[in-house]
Structure formats: structure tokens, C-alpha cells
């Protein structure tokens, strides 16, 4: 009964945190899986309370149990973007009923042993791999508690199931047959407990990684942000130093972009501005990631590569944006240019502030000399030396 109780615990927890704001159908499955946990463990004491003859009690006792499993793996399974297959679990119910019905599966603990143990342990293994197989390193790492448990409850059932079925003969002392009994029973009643976590940290890792993609990410136009460039821009900047390659800034703004907006509303506005990130995106693949650091302007750090090289990119990016205007609903299209600068390391650049500082630079020059042009730092706009420099040298 004990059992029975964690994993009623185990249905209303997955319950209550997916009405308490984690909304992931995956906590369905764990819901129910506690429920078939609880009924297996009731029915089993209404066995000891109520011996009976009929094969369905049994049977019905040993399809929640394996549901029990199977709607773990469920979980799992939907929590990865996969379906969660209850239509397998469907047709294991009725294999399970149906080999009750057999003589040597009602007669036999042996035969109901080697018929069951496998059919859990394959649950148990799907589920440790494919938490396993996670390509994301800080969601497997999130998923290890609940490998670690999948797999040592399978090694728990085969040795387990090894002495019962040396014990079958009667060779089996009754003080070693109720150690495996007891032992059996604890074992789910600790597995359920741990399961129960286990689920509960991986649903708050998936959360806490959605809410970080959220803090990164421009609504807009789906974009990394300036809070992400922060981030990314230090580390491009630590590895292109530590490798001795070099590193640019280019950062572009949409020309006169105030009377888009003034002249066709700030929807049309919004559209022109998912739609130069579009086509800068398509320029940018296998360069740089593309920031949006204010309402029209971007930044994309360019690791490995000189001046001129991320002056040649910018011009492909400035030659479509110029070629390709915003159709707006086929009625209208909205013709847009960008302006853009483009400078790179240097050896002095106390951090990559400095860098996109003279992108900045570049990009206001190419504003003055007539938009739609790209300017670069040390070639259009005179080389000023860095802030830190400059300080120290004050
Ligand atoms: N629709 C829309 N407008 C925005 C957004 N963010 C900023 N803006 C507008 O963008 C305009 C920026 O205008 P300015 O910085 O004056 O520059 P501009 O008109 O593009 O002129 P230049 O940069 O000098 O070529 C402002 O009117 C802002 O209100 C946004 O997310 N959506």
C-alpha cells in the first residue's frame, strides 16, 4: 500500500506542476504512469487480502505494471518531440491478458518471470538510451538521474529474476524468497520516488533553458539580441586571440527607416525589418550570427576574417537588400537600403566593445557620405585609437 500511495503521489505531483505553469504534455504521461503504479501496487494487495483463482486479477495487475514503465518512457519520449506510442502499450495489454490465459504462464512463476523481465527491462533500456542519446550536453546532464535509475532497476529485475528462477525448484530457503519479495517491492516503492524527481528536473531544465532562449532572443525577427552578443561577442573574441585568427564587426542599419514607418505604418515597418534580417541571414550562413542590437541595426561578429573580407560580405548584403524590396500583402513594395560599417580587431582592442565601437564609426560615415554604401574602418574611416589606449595615454 505503501507503494501504492507514491505513486498515487507521483499522478497528483505531475498533476499539480502542470497546472502550477509547466504546461508539458509530457507530465500526462508521468500522471498516468503513477496512476497504473498505484493500481498494480492496490490490486497486488487485494491479492494477499483476497487470494483468487481467476487469471484476469493477475493479468489486469501485470498490465499496470508494465504500463507503469511504459508510460515513463511515454514521457520521455514526448518530452523529446517524439509520439509517445500508448497504441504499443495498447497492444502489449492485450499480449499480457492473453498469455494469462495460458496454463504454464498461470502455473508457473518461472514462466511469468522470464515472460515479464524482458519486457520491463527493454522499457527500462529505451528509456536510459534515449535520454542518453541526447545531442544537448546540459540535457543529458539534466536526464542522467533518471538514466542512472532506468538502468539500475534493470540490472536490479535481471538479478532478481535470476534467483527466482534458481529458486523455482524449491531449492529456495523462505527466509531468501521473502527477502526477494520485500527487496521487489521496495525497490519500485524507491524507484517511483526517484522517478518522481528525476522528471520534475527534467522538465525544469527544458523550462529553464526555454526561458534563457527567450532572454537571448528578439521577438521580432527571432534574431540573437544585445544581451546575446554580450555573451557570444567575449567568447569569439577569446578563442580568435587564443588561435591568433582575426576577427571583424559588421553592423548595418536600414536607411531612413523612420518614414517606412511614417509613410506606411508601423506594421509595414515591423515586416521591413524581419525582412532585411532575412536576406542578411541567407548572406551571413557560415559567418557570423546575426544580432539585432537596436530597432534597425544589426551587428555580426565575423570570426576569422580580415577587414576586406567582411568589407565583401557587407557588399553582398547591401546589394540584396538594395535588389530585393519588401512586397507588402501584393499590393505595394517598399524599396529599403542599408548603410553599413565594417571594421576588425586590432591589436591593441582592449575587448570587443572597441571593435564594434569603430563599426559604429564606419557605419554613421557611410550614413554621411549618401546610405546605401558600406564604409570600413581604417580604409574610408580614419584608424582612431582605442578607448583604452587613448585613456592611457592621457
Ligand atoms: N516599426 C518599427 N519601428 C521601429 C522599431 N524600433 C525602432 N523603430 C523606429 O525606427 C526609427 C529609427 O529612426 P532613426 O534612428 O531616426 O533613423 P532613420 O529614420 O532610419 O534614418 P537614418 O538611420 O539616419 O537613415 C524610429 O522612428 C523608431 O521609432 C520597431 O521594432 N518597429
Redesign the pocket.
Known amino acids: 500500500m505503501a507503494t501504492a500511495l507514491v505513486g498515487a503521489s507521483m499522478a497528483l505531483g505531475m498533476g499539480l506542476l502542470y497546472h502550477a505553469g509547466a504546461r508539458q504534455r509530457c507530465l500526462f504521461d508521468w500522471a498516468l504512469a503513477g496512476l497504473f503504479f498505484a493500481a498494480n501496487n492496490v490490486l497486488s494487495a487485494l491479492m494477499i487480502a483476497f487470494p483468487t483463482e481467476q487469471f484476469l486479477v493477475p493479468g489486469a495487475g501485470n498490465v499496470f505494471y508494465v504500463a507503469g514503465h511504459f508510460g515513463i518512457l511515454a514521457g520521455l519520449r514526448r518530452h523529446l518531440g517524439l509520439p509517445p506510442r500508448w497504441e504499443a502499450m495498447g497492444v502489449l495489454a492485450l499480449a499480457i491478458l492473453g498469455a494469462h490465459v495460458l496454463a504454464p504462464v498461470q502455473s508457473s512463476l518461472a514462466h511469468r518471470v522470464l515472460l515479464f523481465t524482458p519486457i520491463i527491462a527493454g522499457i527500462n533500456f529505451s528509456a536510459a538510451r534515449l535520454l542518453w542519446r541526447q545531442p544537448d550536453r546540459e540535457a543529458r546532464r539534466a536526464g542522467m538521474p533518471m538514466i542512472l535509475l532506468e538502468t539500475c532497476f534493470l540490472v536490479q529485475q535481471t538479478v532478481r529474476a535470476g534467483y527466482l528462477l534458481a529458486g523455482e525448484g524449491g531449492s529456495m530457503t523462505p527466509a531468501v524468497s521473502r527477502f526477494l519479495q520485500i527487496s521487489g517491492s521496495l525497490a519500485v516503492l524507491v524507484f517511483l520516488s526517484v522517478a518522481m524527481l528525476s522528471c520534475v528536473m527534467i522538465v525544469h531544465q527544458q523550462q529553464a533553458r526555454a526561458l534563457r532562449l527567450a532572454s537571448l532572443t528578439d521577438m ?1 525577427t527571432g534574431c540573437l539580441n544585445r544581451r546575446a552578443l554580450h555573451e557570444a561577442a567575449a567568447r569569439t573574441l577569446a578563442r580568435c586571440r587564443r588561435d591568433g585568427a582575426p576577427l571583424a564587426f559588421i553592423t548595418f ?10 509613410r506606411h505604418g ?5 515586416s ?2 524581419r525582412h532585411v534580417a532575412a536576406l542578411s541571414d541567407g548572406v551571413l550562413r557560415g559567418c557570423g550570427a546575426l544580432f539585432r542590437i ?3 541595426e544589426f551587428a555580426v561578429p565575423v570570426a576569422g576574417a580580415r577587414a576586406h573580407q567582411a568589407g565583401a560580405v557587407a557588399e553582398r548584403l547591401r546589394a540584396l537588400v538594395a535588389a530585393t524590396p519588401l512586397d507588402v500583402g501584393g499590393r505595394h513594395e517598399v524599396r529599403m537600403t542599408v ?1 553599413v560599417g565594417v571594421a576588425a580587431l586590432l591589436p591593441g582592442d582592449a575587448g570587443w566593445e572597441d571593435i564594434l565601437r569603430r563599426a559604429d564609426e564606419a557605419l554613421y560615415y557611410a ?1 554621411q557620405h549618401g ?1 546605401n554604401r558600406v564604409s570600413v574602418h581604417g580604409v574610408d574611416v580614419q584608424a582612431t585609437p582605442p578607448a583604452s589606449r587613448r585613456a592611457a595615454g592621457a
Open positions: 521580432l542599419d536600414i536607411d531612413h527607416f523612420k518614414s517606412i514607418n511614417d508601423h506594421a509595414v515597418g515591423d521591413a525589418i537596436g530597432g534597425e548603410s550614413k546610405r
